[in-house]
Every structure is written in structure tokens, then in C-alpha cells.
């Protein structure tokens, strides 16, 4: 059939199983957001506030669903706003479409009215990039970007379509969702020599990465765990592949890992990592890192073997795959003595926080007793990420979403609006700094629009109390330009903004708060006031070993 390129746009969204889109009209991309309002009813748009929201959205959609998240934005300054958005997918590997329209074919390179060569700023942060200027190929180069965004490791592929192409016309023809062909790999000798490592150990560690999560490889996670009977770490990205209650789990790992975790992995003698990439905030000091350990290393991306830590063996190719393949191989490890150690380091080193006074540990543990650990928890970027991490027990996958390998302050509402549409069955809650909650805070305002039930806790120390750490901690209480404390007031602001308001003072206040929130099923906000110099422990200092992680009580024995 005979359709624009504009009609051709949606009906690929349509043939790729798309039902919410995300985005912010303009001029170049009138004559999309046109065909959309014709297919109002088969594909939902999301008007956020602004462009990095939408971006953020779609992300947080992808994280929460597995799907492709899809993001709109015209030309210029509208494409431009995306552009930490679709950072933050690529750091973290989230699959993500992001359709920008730019200017008519003949205006291009002429310096137009809002035109950016967008393909361009974006090629270090995609997994591919088009720019569309015959009608006659759109349709099979957004095919393609759904595929290459889903294969593989997951990643953004940004398209730019001129505004000429989205009028023009030519013949469509419907086509299934393929996916690009996966080269076959023989595998079988590198599974040999992991088996005879894992065999040959007695202190193995299993470091859990975000790979394990994307590859929805969590049952076979816990099998192989289980088979070579060690204990198990993650990172922030690798939260609830393996069950946070299990007693095998001893935290996160790296610079804000648990003791045990950064102690256990100094210790063992095979460190097998699972869909991860040994990623500078794990590792701190690379060439102390696990320096008694031969490393086993599985992960689907061949760039990331042997980049940052070497390997004595390594698997490349879907983490499903090959542990189902290892599971079915592996005979049942027995490591008492190893195990033992380990379960007394968990008692000599818990995580802990001090329980006199409201503080952000104490209401993430509230959150987690009340939703039952079954909530879509969101973050922003600092010590409230941290302290989610430890406090909230992740049992599954996609549950915690946040900006791991960018570090995006203003990720988490945008997030959290995307992961509620996409998941309605689930609570969504978004925790944030208020440093952090600053920079897009006006996505309440498209929560309130279309009435999206998310919870939006803002950890309020009236500081930067991530920077403010580094400050006490290494720069000589020298606090420049992170004292926030001003007149801001974060309950008004959410409620000309159409939402719901609750303010935390104390820490009977946190359950009512939480439970009412839950029950307005509304956009809610509770703004949560803590002390500005709470800190985040254990801590590695950057570049530092993680066998040289310490808590509050080190340096209180230190400084004594």
C-alpha cells in the first residue's frame, strides 16, 4: 500500500509489537506526531515535560519490561535533549529506539533553523546511527534498528529522518520482526577448561554483573551458584539476578560493596564472572583486584574479555546459553570450610547504619517491608543509590533501575514513569537526592497529566551528599558549591504541579507515609529530611584495593 513516510514510521512501531512511545513534538516531526494521532488508539504517547525525561522514560520502560523502549524528538535543541538519555542507555546496555526528525534533504548542512547533525553527535553513544533521506529505505532501516538495539548486548540506535522523507510517499509492505543472525561460536574447549577450574577450586566467588539481568538469565544463575556451591556478589547493575535473601549473597561489590563481598572475592582462588565487565567502581585498584584468583569470565561481549582484568579462561556468548550448558555438565561442588569463612565474615561485617534518628537506610528498609520487596525501585545518582542497593533485598531481575556506568543525576522519575507504564502491576517508586530530584523534577508535572500512580521519595539532606562525602572525607570539609539549603520546598512544588505531598520528618512518620502513598494510587511525593552528613559505608577510596574497604568504625579507630 501506498503510504508517507510518517505513516511508514508508525507502522513499524506497530510491526515491531510497539505500544507506548514516549516524546515532545516540533517542526520536523509534525507529520509523524500527525500519523500518530491517527493510531491514537493502537499506540500510546507519553508528552513528558522535557526531552531528557522522555529519553529517561523509555529507558526506564525498557529496563522495567525487556522490550525496546521508543523515544520521539525533533530537530535541534530537541534531539540535542536526548542525548544524556541515550548516554545513560548505552553505558548501562538498555535497548532503546531513539526517532529524531531533522530538516528538509536540500536544507541539510546549511547551518537551518534548528538543525544538528544528530546521527554525528551521538555516534560515540549508540550501537548504530541513520540518517534517512529516501523514503524508499525507511521502512527497512527501522527494521534494522529495532534488531541491532535487541541483539547481542543490548544498546540505543538513534534514527534521523529528514522532514521530506516523513511526507514523501512510497509502497509498504508489512513484515515480521526478524532478528539478526547470532554467529555461531565453538565454545566447547573454553567450557572444558571452566569446568576444570571450577572443579579444580575451593574458594570460588560468583560475581553477578548486568548481563545476567538482560540475558534473563536468573534461574540459571542461581542453578550454577548453587552447583559450585559458592558464595555470590553483584553489582549495581546485577541486582536481583540472584536473590538478594539467599544465604549464599553477600552484597554488592566494589566501592560501596559490602566488607565480606570486597574481602571474599581478595580471598578466592577462581572469581567467575557472570555478564559483567569489571567496571572501575568494582575493580578499584586493577592490579590488586582478585590478585589470588584465577579469573573465569563469561560474558557476550568480546570487547569486554581481557579489557579491564585478564582472564585465565573465558566463554563469549549468551550468558542463558552457556550456563545451561555448564549446568548440565557441572557435577554438585562441595565447599564447607570455604562457605563457613564466609558465612562468619557475614556476621563480623553486617551492614549497619545508626537507628537513633530518621535516615535514608532506615526508610529504604521500610519501603522493602512494606511493598514486601516486590516494588520497581528507581534511583538517581549518589549516596540514596548506594544506600537502595544495600537496604532493599532484590529477589528478581528488573526491579532496581538505575544509572550505573553514566552516573545520570535526574534519571530516576523519568524512569520510574516509564517502568509504572510499562509495568502497571507493579509499584514503582523512584528514590532520589534532592540535589538529584532539582534536575528533572518536572516530570511530576507529566506523572500528574496522565495520572501514573509512581512514588517519587526525595532524600533531602539539603546537600550534594555524595560530593559532600568526598568533601569530609578527602578535601578538608572544604564544602564548596554543595550546601543546598535554600528555600526551596519540594511538597509545594509537588503540589502545583498537580501531585500529591507528604513531608518525613521522623521516623514513625515513614511507614503511614509509604502506606498512604501506596493507597492513593496518584503521582505522590514524600519529601524526607535527613542530616546532611550521613555517609555511605563501607567505601573503597578510587584507585584503592577493595581488600581496603572501611566503615565508620575504621575511622573512628583510626582518627582515635
Sequence with gaps: MLLTGAEIVVECLKEQGVDTVFGYPGGTILNVYDALYQHSNEIKHILTSHEQGAAHAADGYARATGRVGVCLATSGPGATNLVTGIATAYMDSVPMVAITCNVNLPALGKDSFQEVDIAGVTMPITKHGYIVKDVNILADTLRKAFAIARSGRPGPVLVDITKDVTANQCEYTAKEPEKLPVPKRDNSAALEEALRLIEASEK???????????SGAYREVREFAAKVDAPVCDTLMGKGAFDGHDPHYTGMIGMHGTKTSNFGVSECDLLIALGARFSDRVVGNPARFAENAKVLHIDIDAAEI?????????????????????NQRLAQQRHDEWIGHIMEMKEKYPLSYDHSALSCPYIIEEIDRITGGDAVITTD??????????FYQYSMPRTLLTSGGLGTMGYGLGACIGAKVGRPDKI?????????????MNELATASRYQIPIIQVVINNHVLGMVRQWQTLFYGKRYSQTVLNDSVDFCKVAEGLGCEAIRVTRMEDVAPAVERAIALKKPVLLDCIIPEDDKVFPMVPAGAPISE????????KAEG
Design 204 to 214: 570460588p566467588f560468583v560475581y553477578v554483573g548486568g548481563g545476567a539481568v538482560i
Design 428 to 440: 514503582c517508586i523512584n528514590i532520589a537526592g534532592d540535589g538529584c530530584f532539582r534536575m528533572n
Design 381 to 390: 545518582v549518589g549516596q540514596h543509590q548506594m544506600w537502595a542497593a544495600q
Design 549 to 556: 574497604a572501611f566503615d565508620a568504625g575504621d575511622l573512628e
Design 306 to 326: 581481557n579489557k579491564n582484568i585478564r582472564t585465565d579462561v573465558s566463554i563469549v556468548g549468551d550468558l542463558k546459553e552457556v550456563l545451561t550448558l555448564l
